[in-house]
């Protein structure tokens, strides 16, 4: 998630965050990788039931391109669409300046995802 925030890093997580309402396109949140202390903060770029997929580096939803002024590096990233289901959300991190094959990215079941980040 470099450079929003720094690889290693102790960081807070807000579980109440998404309480009230679901979590949106451009939230950043923290998914539960292992136990309750391993989390990943990733970015969400595509919601339920959406086509997700890269071109040349430019995120598509739906087919269409979606403007993300958080990313400052981008590689030229492609990715066949995919489709999230009724319960799933795709996530990446802000660091786009590497090749695709060495981010930990794609779809979450919404349970995994336990908040956002406190600051």
Do not use: C
Not at 8 to 16: E, I, Y
Not at 46 to 62: A, S
Not at 100 to 112: C, F, N, Q, T
């Amino acid at each position: 998630m470099e450079p929003s925030y720094a690889n290693g890093s102790v960081n807070f997580v807000n579980t109440l965050r998404f309480r009230f309402g679901p979590p949106r396109r451009g939230d950043v949140v923290a998914i539960k990788m292992a136990g309750t202390r391993v989390m990943l903060f990733k970015r969400i770029v595509g919601l339920p039931n959406e086509r997700i997929g890269f071109r040349n580096g430019i995120l598509l939803v739906n087919g269409k391109e979606f403007q993300e002024p958080y990313v400052v590096h981008r590689e030229q990233w492609n990715m066949p669409e995919v489709v999230t289901g009724e319960n799933e959300y795709f996530v990446v991190g802000d660091n786009r300046g590497t090749a695709i094959e060495e981010h930990a990215l794609g779809r979450v079941d919404k349970r995994r995802i336990v908040g956002g980040p406190l600051f």
